[in-house]
Structure formats: structure tokens, C-alpha cells
């Protein structure tokens, strides 16, 4: 374990020895033939809000998926809050993992609990937390995301805006230090996006915890980011602070993909 | 021929007690063809393969050897091996084993239907492998599989009258035994066969109205 460094950080986790949170070192991930992440290397501090941006097929989502150890690289070294998720023993994994959440495209919501259960199940079974204290906590965080009233509805019963919401207060309950977010509004219909992104926005601004997040909607990109990374190829072609990728990028390539998309 | 009502009133008392001893296998064959179906289902995806494939091929053998020749088995070569149990018991045993190696490819079913999504979310929020399985994909795949179980009942229920072949006084065997002191067939046949169909058709009923719920 690297020692603590980061004053930054919760006392008991920290980051790496220079203060990163996140650290991608030579990671290569192929499906098949196909290699979607070529001795990637990138890191993020604690605090920061980074989002990836490029084109489909780039590796962005894959690169969120291997942080959750949904999927495993096939070279390199991941490390997240001082912990080694590859490669590592499932026991380490597992720690690391408790430090990271996730919303993703389609919510995942599970469908047999009510909304309430959705985000208490995880506080009190992994957690240990009572059942009392995890209730209180997701009523909390049902405030927060202005759905204080569907507690007791089940998901199916809520848009897809409010189960994203609700997905996004779930995956808060387990107190992360790190929160991935997979193209949180590509599902949704148009009026809903707003409302979603408003409350990222918040969450952003209100917490210090770290986000990762893969978008199509740049505006959105633009307010939260303090790093943009530009991916093509499975590598990071450019990375800046938003003011300068989004209107003076060096490589053509991002101008192409930013006119394309913007 | 004719139609004898008195020698079906006779057959009451046997009809009763075979009734009983038909709805008894039913039910305990059935809870457990649905727990061992279980077991098997979750070994299919056990991580070694130490136990998916003895256990891939028992039920693939169990399933396709008849229930009857496993009645048989069960019933008069185990007790050469000093396992011996009475025929109502071998009967329920041989039956709730059988029907479990299709429940576990209806289990196995339910559970592959379960979006990837959900397995994910549980792996994204640490759930623990028993909490995944029994909080979060069970509780999906048994509500899309329940139709499909409770057809399994009902065709459990029209093989139990295979139990007469070892001698256990379900409903075939009483009108058998019936027949065999008053040589009269057609009454006590006819009853029973009256019964299978006032149980088995509204189970089938039940069945449909539950899948037509399932689906909305």
C-alpha cells in the first residue's frame, strides 16, 4: 500500500504517492482481433471531474467498464485509490471496488425493488449499515435527486429520468470516492436529459467526489469538466481543460470530431 | 356395457384415499423437482468445471432415461445396496428427481433471460455472490419461469399414475385394485380419469391466466 499523501483525501484511502486518484498505466484491452485500448496512460486527480470524449468505438465506455472490473485488460496496471484493480487478486478487487460507482446507459435499476431497496440493498449488505440508518440516508439522497415521493414506487413505475436519478442516488448511497458515469443520458428522451444533467451538475459542485464521465452532450462536458480527454483509436490524442479542447484544440482530429458533434 | 352408479359409489372410499396419496406425491415431487431444479441450474454456472460437468451429465441422463425404468431402479436394485425405502417415497424421490432435471433447464432459462445489465449493477454496488443471486436474479427469473413450472406440475401430475408399477395406492392403483375384486373397469376408470381432468384443467387455466399476467 502507497503511503498517504494526498490532504486532499479521506484519511483512510488517499491515492497514489504523487496524488492521483485514478492511475491507467500501459493498459491494453482487445476483444478479439480488435484492440480498443493501446498502452493507454492517464490519470486523474482526486476531486476532478473528467470526461472522455470521442468517437463511438474509441474505448471511452471500455475504459469506465475496467475500472468497475466489469471487464478485465489484457496488459497493464490499473490502481485506484492506492489499491491495485488489475492485476490483483479478487480479494484486492474487491476493496477497490467498494470505492467506486457507477450509473450506466440503461439505469439497471433492479426491477423486483422498490426504489427505496434499490439504494438501501447495497449500504446495509455490503456496508454493514442498519437498516434504519440506510433508510434515512437513501431518503436523503431521494431529496436530493427530487424524487422523495417515489420511495415506495418500483422502477418500472418511474421515466427514464427519474430511474436514472434514481440509479445516480443509488450508486451516492455506497458513499464512493469515485463516480463513473457511462453516457448517462444516451436512453433517455430529449425533456428528460436536463433534469438528469442539472443534478450531475449539482453533484459536481456540492461534493468532492471524482467523476468519470463518457457524454455525447458536450455543453454538459464543458460545465463540469476540469479535464477533457480525447480519445481516438484507443489512445488519448488530447487532453486539456474544456475552455481550451472545445474551442482551440491542437490536433485536427479533435476539431473534426468537435465539428462533427457540436 | 353398462353404467354401474353403485359400483361408484363402491370405489369412493379407495378413490379418496388414492386422491390423497396422488395430490401428496404432486405436491412434494413438485417442491422438490423445484429445489433440486435449482441446484442444478446454479451448478451449471458454477465457476469449476469439476461441477458443471458431473452435473451436466446426471440430469442430461436422468432426463433422457424413462421414469419409469428410474422408478424401477430406484425401487428394486438401490435396496440390493441396502438403501431402501418405502414405494411411496422411492415414487415422490424418483418423480421429484426426474422433473428436476427440467426445471433446471427452465431455471437455466429464466436466468439467462436476466439482462446483463443487472448482473452488472450488483458487481458496480459489491453485492455479495448470495445477494446477487438470491435478492436481484432469482427474483426476476423465477417471475418470468412460473408459467413454465407450473406446466411441469401438470404434466407431474398425469405421470403419477406410473407409481402404480411399485405398488403405491395412488389413484390408478386403487381403481386397479378396485377392478380386481369386482371386475368392474369401466366405473373406477372413468372416475379417475374425471379426476385428472377436474385437476389438471383448471391448473392449465391458472397456468395460462398467470402467463398472461407475467406478460403485461
Known amino acids: 500500500m502507497p503511503a498517504d499523501t494526498a490532504p486532499d483525501t479521506a484519511p483512510e484511502t488517499g491515492g497514489t504517492p504523487n496524488g492521483e486518484l485514478i492511475r491507467f498505466d500501459n493498459v491494453t484491452k482487445r476483444f478479439g482481433d480488435n484492440t480498443v485500448l493501446d498502452d493507454l496512460c492517464f490519470s486523474v486527480k482526486p476531486g476532478k471531474h473528467v470526461t472522455l470524449i470521442g468517437p463511438s468505438g474509441s474505448g471511452k465506455t471500455t475504459i469506465l467498464r475496467l475500472l468497475m472490473t466489469l471487464e478485465s485488460p489484457e496488459e497493464g496496471t490499473i490502481t485506484v485509490a492506492g489499491r491495485t484493480l488489475f492485476p490483483a487478486a479478487e480479494k484486492e ?5 467498494k470505492k467506486i460507482g457507477m450509473a450506466f446507459q440503461q439505469f439497471n435499476l433492479f426491477p423486483n425493488m422498490t426504489v427505496l431497496r434499490n439504494i438501501t440493498e447495497a449500504p446495509v449488505r455490503v456496508l454493514g449499515l442498519s437498516k434504519e440508518e440506510a433508510e434515512a440516508r437513501a431518503r436523503e439522497l431521494l431529496e ?3 424524487l422523495s415521493e417515489k420511495a415506495d414506487a418500483k422502477p418500472g413505475q418511474l421515466s427514464g429520468g427519474q430511474q436514472q436519478r434514481v440509479a445516480i442516488a443509488r450508486a451516492l448511497a455506497m458513499r464512493p470516492q469515485v463516480l463513473l458515469l457511462d453516457e448517462v443520458t444516451s436512453a433517455l428522451d430529449p425533456e428528460l436529459v436536463a433534469g438528469v444533467l442539472d443534478l450531475l451538475r449539482d453533484i459536481a459542485r456540492t461534493t468532492d467526489i471524482t467523476m468519470v464521465c463518457v457524454t455525447h452532450e458536450m455543453s454538459f462536458a464543458r460545465d463540469i469538466s476540469d479535464e477533457v480527454l480525447m480519445f481516438d483509436g484507443g489512445k488519448v490524442i488530447e487532453s486539456g481543460p474544456p475552455e481550451k479542447i472545445f474551442s482551440d484544440p491542437e490536433q485536427a482530429r479533435t476539431r473534426e470530431f468537435l465539428g462533427a458533434v457540436l | 356395457m353398462t ?4 359400483a361408484v359409489w363402491d370405489f369412493m372410499p379407495r378413490f379418496w384415499e388414492g386422491l390423497l396419496v396422488t395430490l401428496q406425491v404432486l405436491v412434494l415431487g413438485s417442491l422438490l423437482s423445484f429445489s433440486l431444479g435449482l441446484v442444478w441450474a ?6 469449476s468445471r469439476l461441477v458443471r460437468w458431473p452435473v451436466n451429465a446426471f440430469t442430461e441422463f436422468v432426463r433422457s432415461t424413462p421414469l419409469l425404468v428410474q422408478l424401477f431402479f430406484l425401487y428394486f436394485v438401490l435396496p440390493e445396496w441396502g438403501i431402501r425405502f418405502s414405494a411411496l417415497v422411492t415414487g415422490t424421490i424418483a418423480i421429484g428427481l426426474h422433473y428436476s432435471t427440467y426445471t433446471a433447464q ?9 439482462p446483463k445489465g443487472q448482473w452488472e449493477a450488483a458487481t458496480a454496488l459489491s453485492l455479495p455472490a448470495h445477494r446477487t443471486w438470491f435478492a436481484v436474479i432469482l427474483p426476476q427469473a423465477v417471475r418470468r419461469i412460473t408459467p413454465a413450472l407450473g406446466n411441469y406440475v401438470i404434466a407431474m401430475l398425469k405421470d403419477t ?8 395406492l395412488e389413484l390408478l392403483q386403487q381403481s386397479r385394485l378396485e377392478s380386481a375384486s369386482t371386475f368392474q373397469y369401466t366405473e373406477p376408470l372413468t372416475v379417475i380419469g374425471i379426476a385428472f381432468i377436474l385437476i389438471a384443467y383448471p391448473a ?3 397456468v395460462r391466466a398467470l402467463e398472461r399476467r407475467l406478460a403485461r
Open chain 1, 93 to 97: 478487487r474487491r476493496e477497490a471496488r
Open chain 1, 144 to 146: 436530493l435527486v427530487g
Open chain 2, 3 to 6: 353404467w354401474d352408479w353403485s
Open chain 2, 42 to 47: 446454479l451448478a451449471f454456472r458454477a465457476p
Open chain 2, 106 to 114: 427452465v431455471y437455466r432459462a429464466g436466468i439467462d433471460a436476466v
Open chain 2, 161 to 168: 399414475p406410473l407409481l402404480a408399477a411399485i405398488g403405491v
Open chain 2, 204 to 206: 392449465s387455466l391458472l
